[in-house]
């Protein structure tokens, strides 16, 4: 599984040899090289069909992606059907090893593998769906059986915040392929959960999630910090802004101004906006149907109980506002608390683990068991 150690004299008839630094060239979306357990790929035909997005693939251009293409694919056998033909060399064989780290990752993950530890618990799954479904519902009877007063609506208020945010947590794990050993099942299920159960995208949230997990913390490539206009995190971000005299932001006092525009807009507000800004641009209709009908369902199930359209509007927005105060605590565990800098392109396991938070919280992590971003 380690990186292929082929001399220029052992390689197959029409493959040749390339330096690092040859490679290193390929780095544009028109030319587009990395290397995978020693052999050379040119992937530029590919970026526009890539099912994580071009972007993903372009944040490794011109470099070793083999520990990034590990921890991304589950299913390595059937997506090494396709990179067969864009395989066009091999590294030189002084240059094919891995980094020392990078080795010890693939041989931790193999012996995780080997001891079962990636193995899913389907009950966990199946129940985690139920639960959800039972929330929503619950609050749906409360109303209609007790009235519409402040007691129930508080109620079905904190019923259908606690169903979104689990809805949320568990498309993750669909969205990453890792519930099911079938990726076709995988995006189904991630397609329900996120699309029929959350209102949002799949295609939207594949092109941010998977470029945070490719370059954590890194500013321009990770979505989740790349906020310049509204917030400059980390330590290098402001002193160079301050330099620039760039932004138009009060950033001295976004310690502050953080807790109004922070948690309190970000579900609400600006990713409602850009969700479905995203979904129109990039045509994504299949999506856009799926979000239609979760609002359409939304509506019919609460509007005459909330008694109207404006009324289950408020009601709406009330739970989005609630969601995102739990959702922006609960990601920027791995954010606020590290580094966050231009691309300095470290290997995939050191940038990985320099990105990764311990949570020690106990009712925190039962929330989200999955809420510090890490080594996948």
Known sequence: MLATDISPTQLPESKRAYTREEVALHKKYDDCWIIIHGKVYNVTPWLKRHPGGAKVILHYAGDDATVAFESFHNDKAYVQRYMASFHIGYVVSEQA????????????????????????????????????????????????????????????????????AQAGWLQHDFGHLTVFNSSRLNHIAHDVTIG????????????????????????????????????????VLPKKWGQKHKGVMPYHLQHKYFFIIGPPLLLPVYFHIEVLAYTLLKKKFKDLISMLIFYACFHILFAPLMGGFWANFRFYFIIRFLESHWFVWATQISHLAKDVDFDKERDWASLQASHTTAANTPFHTTLWPDSCCGLH
């Open 196 to 235: 029929l159960m959350k209102g949002v995208s799949s295609f939207w949230w594949n092109y941010r999630h998977f470029q945070h997990h490719a370059k954590p913390n890194v500013f321009l490539k990770d979505p989740d910090v790349t906020a310049a206009f509204l917030f400059l995190l980390g330590k």
């Open 97 to 164: 090893q891995l980094p020392e780290i990078s080795r010890d990752f693939l041989e931790m993950r193999k012996t995780f593998e080997a001891e079962g530890l990636f193995k899913v618990k389907p009950l966990f799954f199946i129940a985690h769906f139920l639960h959800i479904i039972a929330m929503h519902w619950m609050a749906f009877f409360v109303l209609w059986y007790f009235g519409n007063t402040w007691t129930t609506w508080l109620t079905a208020v904190v019923l259908v915040t606690a169903s979104q």
